[in-house]
């Protein structure tokens, strides 16, 4: 990933249980979607940070249409 670039519209999801996880990361991915589209120029990376902390965003080093998944843990 290129560092020196920000990202930007990120989301942050916690969640408790797996059918949270399914929902909330769908929902989250969704949102971001919409605005890649507007955009037309940025793909969605998804990082964990642990099995119930994720953070999702529009990121320059993700290809527009492509969704990245990331772990830190």
């Given at each position: 990933?290129?560092?020196?670039?920000?990202?930007?519209?990120?989301?942050?999801?916690?969640?408790?249980?797996?059918?949270?996880?399914?929902?909330q990361?769908?929902?989250?991915?969704?949102?971001?979607?919409?605005?890649?589209?507007?955009?037309?120029d940025?793909?969605?990376?998804?990082?964990?940070?642990?099995?119930?902390?994720?953070?999702?965003?529009?990121?320059?080093?993700?290809?527009?249409?492509?969704?990245?998944?990331?772990?830190?843990?």
């Amino acid at each position: 990933m290129n560092e020196t670039e920000t990202a930007e519209h990120i989301l942050f999801v916690q969640v408790d249980d797996r059918n949270s996880l399914e929902t909330q990361l769908g929902t989250a991915e969704a949102e971001l979607r919409v605005l890649a589209f507007e955009r037309g120029d940025r793909g969605i990376l998804v990082t964990a940070y642990s099995p119930r902390e994720f953070t999702l965003e529009l990121h320059p080093d993700v290809p527009f249409g492509v969704s990245y998944e990331k772990c830190m843990w």
